[in-house]
Structure formats: C-alpha cells, structure tokens
C-alpha cells in the first residue's frame, strides 16, 4: 500500500481535487463506480503526478497507506450512504471517512456517530470554490474528531488556497461541525449576492444607468471596503454584451434566480435555532419571488397592482445617491455577516463544537465565492475579542454602520418611493434598529399573549413572573414559586 489519500467519485469536482492532491505530492488513489472516469482521469492528467488506479473499491481500499484516507465525492444523499455502506467493511480501526459533498450537517451527524461506533473517524467537510477551487485550491472546512484531523490535516492544508501565507483549511469541530459552517458560508452568499443585486436594480432605476455604466460604478467600489470576488464578477457580468443580440448579457437573461437548496437549509436550521438570520432569509424568499413566474405573469398581464409615479431620481435626489447605495450596501453586508456569525455561535453552542469564529472568517479569505477582504476585519474583530456579543459591536463595523446609518435611510426610502424592492437593505436596517432600540414593540406582544393566553410577563420594576387577571378584577398577580 502506498497511497496518501483516495478519492471515489470522480465526476468533476472529485476528479479537480485528486488532481490537486496529486500535483502538490501526495500519492493519491482513484475509484469510481463507472471505471471509464478513471481511465479518463490518467489518460489526460496522469503525468500530474502519482496516481493509483483502480477497478474495485477493494483493491482501491488496499491501496492505501495506513490509516487510511478515503475521500468520498459523490452526491450528496443516498449516494454518499450506499457508497459508506460498501466502504466500512473493507476498512480497520483507525482509518478515516471523508465527506467532501454538500451533505446536510444532520446527516453528517448521523454518519459520524455511526462511524465512530465501528472505530472509524468520518470528516464531513464543506469544501468551497467549485470546479476552480477544487483544482487551484479551495476553501475547506473539515469537521470531526480532532484526532483525525492530525492525519488529515497536513494533506488537506497543502491542497487549500494560501492567503498571506495561511492555509484556507483549519479544524473547525466535531461530527458536523465543517458541513454547519459551510452551510452558513452558503447562506451569506445567498445574502451577499442579493444585497448587490438590489444594488444594481436600485441604481440602474434611479439613475437610468446602462448596465456598462454600472459595471464601472461597480468596478471603483471594488478599490474599496466593498472590495471582494462577488464584486468583482458583478461588474464582469454587467459589462458582457450577447453576442447575439448585441443587448447588454444581463437583459437577456431570464430573471428567476435558481436555488440549489444550502440558503434554503441555513434558513430552516436558523429557524430552529431561533436566530433572526433576516438578511439569508429575505435572500431566499427574493430568489423564490423571482421564481414565481407564473404568479408573476398573471400580475403582470392583469395591471392592477399599481406603483408610484415618479419613476427616478432627479436634481438634487439624484446627487451623491451612487455613494449612499454603496454605504447601504456595506453597512447591510455586515449586518448579514454579523447575522451569519451569530448562527454559527448559535449552532456551536447548541452541539457543543466550540468553533472559532475569527478562525471561520480566515479560511474563507480565499478559495470560495464570499472571499473578500472585508474577512480579515472579522478575523480582527474576534481576536480582539472572541466573545463579541455581536460583529457590529466591534469598533470597526460600529462605526462602519453608524456611519452609514444617514446614507442606508436615504436609501431605503428612495427605494420604497420609487417602488423598488429592496428586502436586503431594508431588513438589515430593520434588524440593526431592533438591535440599538432602548424599547421593543414585544412589550405589548408580551400583554396581548398575556389577556389572550395567561402566558404571563415580566417586569422591568421587579423580578418575578406576572399575570393580569384580565377578565377577573384586573389586579396582578406573581406567577413564580418564589413569589409564593
Ligand atoms: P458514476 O460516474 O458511476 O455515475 C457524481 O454523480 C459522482 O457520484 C459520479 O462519480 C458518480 O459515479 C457517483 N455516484 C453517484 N451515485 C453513486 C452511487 N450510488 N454509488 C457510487 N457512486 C455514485
């Protein structure tokens, strides 16, 4: 046996990430259900570096060195189980399972007790980037135990994507700890995304921009704060004419915006947890309007459903308003950061994972869709201090959003006057409102769940669980043992 590590399931990104086990010295061994893939795979890339092939998952599993390293890249679901089944019996004790697709993290939780209880370590793992980065060097976020991660660590660290000098790869927690938290990383780029889409739909109604014109406005706000890959590509894209028509590429696509099911996986888990993940949430729906097209169509042909008049901006409305969407943008983009992080704390607090979250912000400088520079700020902010009770509590992003505040008013209220939705930008700045308010609206929802069912309050003025006999003579009593 002399392979360092395996791969089963060579579609395309299984077959870029033994690639780049490969080119960076690692003997890497090659299975897949159909042999053909693997045939491919040496024929064009074999002289990459040290490959072993092989025709059957036994003599693939004999390949390995101890213990063994098994790679699974196959789809994410019944796929992968089918494929753990076949696996478990032909390995020993010791040797490690690794789930390298978009797995749910409950079932990598399932697999890993599952696993563990065979004496053998399962790491799923969210790994970031795509065909490109699976290749060139990815984003990965491996979980469970850490004793398999000091086997496993040095390979995945040489394959990830170097950032000053620092791996995008680090341990992130137990069973599905690494499938969490690159669940959520999806999550904020559903967020991420649709904040700069609103961005582009805002100012190309306000101002009658061509989509070449906001390509450069896009362009000068990647030299700033702003600057990362999604901004980047934003004005790629909107600079691109068809070929065909010679209309801007952006108006002749088809606006139903596709989901592959993570942000929709983030908002259910935020749900359970009880984390107002609004920016990801309002992401999501967005995305789902969009989709609705039929809905959309017969809105549309019936006419009823009326806007308001003023259709843009002029004069004095229109001055300085590209700068106020760009401070709209940031300040909602680290709302949805903020929110991002909470969850992972949340999801950490709830399994017990103990994640780093400054730790989180460093491996996704590179490799995957949301790098960005903005992330060593988080880095910063939690080195500073790793029990921030909120991102927007550090110096950096309070002042980045208070400072912002006058710009993100402006503009979620152009956006409501001319009839442009903008549920990113106004919900982050609902969600920051909640947040710095001295006194919430849940007062009287907290008296009405009170008269309509006996579900009791506290008080500001004393401790203790309170009821008002509502429909009695209106007097209060404590509900509490202790008051009793
Ligand atoms: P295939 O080439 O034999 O289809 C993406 O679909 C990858 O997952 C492919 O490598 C595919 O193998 C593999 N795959 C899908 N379902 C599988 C299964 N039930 N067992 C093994 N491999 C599977």
């Given amino acids: 046996a002399r392979a360092d590590i395996g791969v089963t399931g060579l579609a395309v990104m299984g077959r870029n990430l033994a690639r780049n086990f490969a080119r960076n010295g690692h003997v890497t ?10 045939d491919e795979l040496v024929a064009q890339f074999g002289a990459e570096g040290d490959f072993v092939a092989s025709t059957d998952l036994a003599s693939f599993v004999a390949s390995l060195k101890r213990p063994r390293r098994v ?29 390298g697709g978009n797995a749910h993290f409950d079932d990598t939780r399932r ?13 799923g793992t969210g790994v970031s980037g795509g065909e490109e980065g699976a290749l060139n060097g990815p984003s990965i976020m491996p979980g469970g135990s850490k004793e398999s991660y000091e086997a496993l660590g040095p390979i995945l660290e040489s394959i990830a994507v170097d950032v000053d000098g620092t791996p995008c790869c680090t341990y992130v927690g137990p069973d599905g700890a690494g499938h969490f938290v690159k669940m959520v990383h999806n999550g904020i780029e559903y967020a991420d995304m649709q904040l700069i889409a609103e961005a582009y739909d805002l100012l190309r109604q306000g101002l009658g921009k061509t989509p070449a014109e906001l390509a450069e406005v896009f362009r000068t706000w990647n030299e700033g704060d702003l600057e990362s890959f999604l901004i980047e590509i934003t004005a790629t894209v909107l600079d691109k004419v068809d070929a065909e028509t010679g209309k801007a590429l952006v108006d002749v696509i088809v606006d139903a915006a596709e989901q592959k099911g993570t942000g ?12 107002p993940t609004t920016g990801i949430a309002e992401a999501v729906f967005a995305r789902s309007l969009s989709g609705s097209v039929d809905q959309r169509k017969a809105v549309q042909a019936a006419g009823t459903l009326v806007g308001p008049s003023g259709a ?6 229109a001055e300085g308003f590209v700068e106020a969407v760009r401070d709209a943008l940031y300040a909602s983009k680290v709302v949805a950061y903020a929110q991002g992080f909470d969850m992972i704390q949340a999801g950490s607090d709830q399994y017990g994972w103990d994640v780093d979250k400054g730790a989180m912000a460093t491996i996704w400088r590179g490799g995957c869709i949301i790098r960005a520079q903005f992330l060593n700020r988080i880095k910063e902010a939690y080195d500073k201090d790793a029990a921030l009770a909120s991102l927007l509590l550090d110096d950096y992003f309070a002042s980045a959003v208070s400072n912002a505040q006058d710009s993100w008013r402006r503009v979620v209220a152009t956006a409501v006057r001319l009839g442009v939705p903008v549920p990113g930008f106004s919900s982050a700045l609902a969600y920051y ?47 509490d043992t202790a008051g009793q």
Avoid: C
């Fill in 29 to 38: 061994a090659l299975h897949n259900r159909t042999q053909s893939r693997v």
């Fill in 71 to 99: 790679m699974i890249m196959v789809k994410a679901g019944k796929a992968t189980d089918a494929v753990i089944d076949e696996l478990v019996p032909l390995l020993e004790e010791g040797d490690i399972v690794i789930d």
């Fill in 111 to 123: 697999r890993e007790q599952a696993l563990r209880a065979e004496g053998l370590h399962f790491v």
């Fill in 264 to 275: 929709r996986w983030t908002v259910q888990t935020a749900l359970e947890l009880g984390v």
């Fill in 312 to 317: 843009s901006l002029t004069g004095a409305e």
């Fill in 433 to 479: 409102d909640g947040l710095r308010r001295e006194r919430l609206g849940a007062a009287l929802v907290q008296g009405q769940r009170d008269l309509f069912g006996a579900h009791t309050y506290g008080r500001v003025d004393k401790e203790g669980t309170y009821h008002t006999l509502w429909s009695g003579d209106g007097s209060e009593e404590r509900q």
